[in-house]
């Protein structure tokens, strides 16, 4: 957790000062844009702010993949596209060439440099074999010339933690830079650097001042209304969103617990050895050893411990890196190998000393403190403990109880969120389908029909593969993470209904006709698209039942807006609705069904308003198979290389794997706090079980004694599971009050379950009860098996 943690929240970034950057973002009445925003705000708080040394802009071209071609071949990187400020404001300059020039302090770059480029040193290396002669060459970017100004530091990356290599082109301001209209103009991220002595608080305010004057300039009512004011924040928590961090701390919280959890532990077995080496430690007194002598030794013994522990922990810590990799690198988008680094190594060494020094310490200034003379006189090893050193050990053993009782209950309620979750009905099957998420050279395809001469022949020569029964194009598959993308309704006017419509977002995905096969989802009205909805029949589109409910309200038949005309697909053809599915998830299987428009690709032609925004930047193909996929998935990969080699590099999965994924933070969760949980209750039931074989060793004589007296076995049993119970009622009881608190922390995780869900806690508390009692049953059976005669013989 120490790694993970090191690299989400605790990396540092490769910019100067980084801790000054900030992310500058508009928020109104919809709470902050992520849209980014326009020229024309960000050139109004370049002139008119006063807390920022730098304000800088840039387009992250999220979805796009670009393919630039090296000395080696094509060579998939992401180029987003920067204003000519950025790389100053990062306080980071290219190692060779020059940055970008500026047009007259305007943010963007002059009009000639439009076809240059800067290299990330990663993409100088590998595409051009580290070439110093790169400069002023011209390479090819997607099919376009452009001309190499230079190359940025080694380690140098932005935006932060992307997947892929980057290059980065200009941003040079056009026409369309002169309006603020949401549909029309560009809109931009912005990024700044705070003076030095001005906080974010003061830059927030300043901004928000100007921001209030730079909406009134918005002519529409409802974009107005978006951007009335300003949110900062700094670029580094930019990275992780909100949801996220509130996930890591909880978990790390958990593994903060298991610590205390180990250190009480290791506390009350040292206290409870240190008692049975109180005639010797008194010997060493008698024989002239010091007390800072005897805590010097049992220090010393507490740290080598803890020193081989450490080295074996570190091998485990590693090992359990490797086995979650995939789920954290997923969930906290960490785009690098998982491992400790040194400095991590070194700052866990130094707790775990200070952790042994601490649960050291107690019990070896409570053994130097004792008084030698009556250690010395006692005739026997096994000499009762005194009444505040067993009462001590038995707290810490309770309060290891509680405290395992609190991990056990978050283990259990995430527990019950997956069962739920693997129960949730999906809408679809997810049984033998396999998802190619394809990486498209649209470049190749400039001024043709992607669809007639790349997709429609790969889905074709896909379904004659053995063993296949259908494959269908679909811009992303259900619960897929690759391409999102929503869609919003241009409405005009200020009635409920059409305030509602603007408001409203809806899931889009362009799909083909077999889709429906693939899949199997069900259709609650009309029918799906089939081999009629070509490029010159009727346009036409199908909705989901949220769409219905959202878009024309709660009480509206869904066969009654069938043939309602929804969208322009061109200029000359407006797509109806021809057909309701029934509800699916589509983002996640935690969340409820939101509404979705599906268009067919067979009518997405290179002159409809959705085929640059579609057709050339993302495309699933899922293939429903009888075959293993490990035998189909070789097959699919030949096809796509001959198809384009780009395609070489297309991403595979099965359904299920597409489906496991999107469980998400839970699964990640339950897992670790399954680990953290059954850490807990081994060490609490060793703890039990310590503490109780320690008393029946300290007591052998009493329990002899009463044996001889005509006491009978099972009342000896009973004395000492007795004794374990009421630990067990009194932590439990104790446990449950934490776990309740605890259990609200990871609300945010929960599905189908309540926080104080009864069934839950009482399970868990069974179990631990019984782990408890069993832990308990060796030292009475021991107890009650004493011989009173060897006992009572004891020296």
């Not at 496991?660 to 670790?672: F, I, N, V």
Request: proline letters at 4%; aromatic letters at 8%.
């Amino acid at each position: 957790m120490f790694t993970v943690v090191d690299h989400v929240l605790l990396r540092s970034l490769p910019y100067q000062n980084s801790n000054q950057l900030v992310d500058v973002r508009a928020a109104g009445k919809k709470g902050v844009v992520d849209f980014g925003s326009p020229y024309l705000d960000i050139q109004q708080w370049r002139e008119r702010s006063r807390s920022f040394q730098e304000i800088a802009f840039y387009n992250r071209n999220n979805n796009r993949v670009s393919f630039l071609e090296g000395n080696t071949g094509a060579m998939q990187v992401s180029a987003p596209r920067v204003g000519a400020s950025l790389f100053r404001t990062l306080g980071v300059h290219p190692a060779m060439g020059r940055d970008f020039d500026e047009q007259q302090n305007s943010g963007g770059v002059r009009p000639e440099e439009a076809q240059t480029l800067i290299l990330s040193d990663a993409v100088w290396r590998t595409a051009y074999g580290s070439d110093t002669a790169i400069l002023g060459k011209t390479v090819k970017l997607s099919g376009i010339s452009y001309t190499v100004s230079g190359v940025m530091p080694r380690g140098f990356a932005f935006p932060f933690g992307g997947t892929l290599p980057a290059v980065w082109l200009p941003v040079v301001l056009g026409d369309k830079d002169a309006v603020r209209t949401r549909n029309d103009a560009p809109h931009y991220d912005v990024m700044a650097r705070l003076k030095p002595g001005s906080s974010i608080r003061a830059a927030e305010a300043d901004l928000k001042v100007i921001q209030a004057d730079v909406a009134k300039a918005y002519i529409d009512p409802y974009d107005r209304e978006l951007v009335t004011s300003i949110s900062l924040q700094r670029y580094g928590d930019s990275l992780v969103r909100g949801d996220l961090r509130k996930a890591l701390f909880a978990l790390f919280g958990a593994s903060g617990l298991l610590w205390l959890i180990a250190c009480v532990n290791v506390t009350s077995l040292l206290l409870a050895r240190s008692t049975a080496r109180q005639r010797e430690i008194a010997v060493r007194g008698a024989l002239g050893a010091s007390r800072g002598q005897i805590v010097q030794q049992l220090l010393i013994e507490g740290l080598l411990l803890s020193g081989f522990a450490s080295i074996l922990g570190i091998g485990i810590a590693t090992l359990t890196l490797k086995l979650f990799e995939h789920g954290l690198t997923t969930q906290f988008n960490i785009h690098q190998r998982l491992t400790p680094n040194p400095s991590v190594i070194v700052a866990l060494l130094g707790l775990t000393m200070l952790s042994a020094l601490l649960t050291s310490a107690w019990p070896a200034i409570g053994a130097a403190k004792a008084s030698i003379e009556p250690a010395l006189r006692q005739g026997s090893q096994q000499n009762g403990a005194g009444r505040v050193q067993h009462r001590t050990r038995t707290l810490l053993v309770i309060t290891e109880i509680a405290m395992s009782l609190t991990l056990l209950v978050g283990c259990g309620l995430l527990l019950r969120t997956i069962y739920a979750l693997r129960h949730v009905p999906l809408g679809f099957r997810t049984d033998h389908v396999i998802v190619a998420n394809m990486r498209i050279p649209a470049y190749r395809f400039v001024g043709r029909d992607m669809r007639t001469e790349l997709y429609q022949p790969l889905v074709d020569r896909a379904k004659h593969l053995p063993g296949v029964q259908s494959a269908a194009l679909v811009t992303e598959v259900p619960l897929g993470k690759t391409f999102r993308m929503t869609f919003s309704f241009g409405v005009s006017g200020n009635s409920a209904a059409e305030v509602r419509r603007r408001d409203m977002r809806a899931q889009f995905r362009a799909v083909g006709p077999e889709l429906q096969e693939v899949f199997g989802f069900r259709m609650l009205k009309g029918r799906f698209f089939n081999e009629t909805d070509t490029a010159s029949s009727q346009g036409v589109v199908v909705v989901n039942r949220a769409f219905v409910r959202e878009y024309f309200g709660d009480d509206r038949d869904p066969a009654a807006i069938l043939g309602e005309s929804l969208l322009p697909l061109d200029k000359t053809r407006r797509a109806v609705v021809i057909g309701v599915l029934d509800d699916a998830r589509q983002v996640s299987v935690a969340e409820q069904s939101q509404p979705e428009i599906e268009v067919c690709l067979p009518q997405i032609t290179p002159g409809s308003s959705f085929y640059r925004n579609i057709e050339g930047i993302a495309m699933d193909l899922a293939v429903r198979t009888e075959r293993s996929p490990a035998s189909v998935i070789p097959e699919l990969r030949v096809l796509m290389t001959k198809a384009s080699p780009e395609l070489a590099a297309s991403d595979f999965k099965t359904m299920d794997e597409v489906v496991e994924d999107s469980y998400g933070s839970q699964q990640l969760a339950a897992r670790l706090l399954l680990i953290f949980g059954g850490s807990a209750l081994l060490l609490c039931i060793a703890g039990i079980y310590g503490l109780l074989a320690y008393l029946v060793a300290q007591r052998t004589r009493e329990l002899g004694l009463r044996i001889a007296l005509g006491a009978q076995r099972g009342d000896v049993m009973w004395l000492v599971l007795r004794q374990a119970g009421w630990m067990l009622v009194v932590g439990s009881g104790i446990g449950l009050a934490l776990a309740y608190l605890g259990s609200l922390g990871l609300r945010m995780f929960l599905y189908g379950v309540k926080p104080d869900d009864p069934w839950t806690m009482g399970a868990v508390t069974l179990l631990l009860l019984i782990g408890g009692l069993a832990a308990s049953y060796l030292p009475a059976r021991r107890a009650a098996m004493i011989d009173p005669m060897q006992a009572l013989r004891t020296d």
